[in-house]
């Protein structure tokens, strides 16, 4: 059986409060346990997810006695929730557990996945401004963290690490883009606001460096630099990484921070 896509205009998002929109409504159900269990099916849309899976995320170590009997209900309740008119069969059986029969794309992290490879392939060829643009066409995907909704179990706790480590990857990579585009100007005040949310954050310390300096503002980006500089010595004990220390050796000479 192939999976089907639900419905045209039918989305499912993860990047954020876990929805499922079938019909312009969201299916999404509101009970904990099957909040948990459709997240578990949709972040593998379209493939069996094995019921020892399953388990291990609900339940982790402590599951309840009669484990596969509570599970089987948890999907006929979830079954009839995503399908009240009886009219399709998203949620199939499939030995040896359970598949949500849609399509991958219909899962807004798929897009997210494809519009950072574009861009990182656009970067690569030297296209930074179309770069620039697929990155933050897919940070807008993001309408908070991962599977905000959901008290997620090891499985799902992962996975929302791992969906972040990505997110973080296209946001550095769309303000190389921008910076290599000539937006350097431009992205000082995002570069600001980043920082100070995540003042130990060495690589967008670098990136706002590199922008101050290539806006002309060698003495902000040097105050930059002595301030990171200090608090990682005063409060981690380490010093600036490699990168930094080039960029502050380039400002020192009054040569431009690298492009």
Known sequence: MHAMTIGPGDTARVLGPLE???GGVD???STPKLLQLLAMLLIRPGKTVHVDSLVHELWNDTPPRSVRRTLHTYVHHLRRHLDPDGTGRLLVTSSPGYRLDIDA???DVSEFHRLHRLGRDLLDEGGDAAAAHAFRTALD???????????CGPTLAAYTVYLLEHRRNARDLWIEAEIRAGNHREMLGVLR????????DESLHAQLIRALGLSGRRSDALATFEWLRTRLEDELGVKPCAELRE???ELLSEGH???
């Open 27 to 29: 299916r999404a159900p």
């Open 141 to 151: 995907l993001w309408s908070g963290p991962p599977l905000a909704n959901i008290h």
């Open 247 to 249: 960029l502050h050796r």
């Open 20 to 22: 499922l929109h079938i």
């Open 257 to 259: 921070p690298v492009r």
């Open 193 to 200: 606001s980043l920082t100070t949310a995540d003042p130990f």
């Open 105 to 107: 794309g219909v899962v």
